[in-house]
């Protein structure tokens, strides 16, 4: 998948990034962290400000995710 490499990253920095910054927001691109911000909205704004049009991922440092339901009818 497109963003493989930057889910692995988060996995395999998941612990640190509890330790130090749970609850905030990392962005990821590749096998780098950008670094880390308060929102959601922060975060994203500087992976497109960086990378337009590259894959990055902006993902919720929390323990344990909580799944999100989707109706049939909106996918």
Known sequence: ???DR???TFQANLPALLE???G???L?????IAGVWDTQDEALEEGYRRWLFEPFMVH???AE???IFVPRGLI
């Open 24 to 26: 905030r927001y990392v």
């Open 6 to 8: 930057e889910m692995a």
């Open 1 to 3: 998948m497109v963003l």
């Open 60 to 62: 919720h440092i929390v």
């Open 65 to 67: 995710e909580k799944p």
């Open 28 to 32: 990821i691109h590749g096998d780098q």
């Open 20 to 22: 130090k910054d749970a």
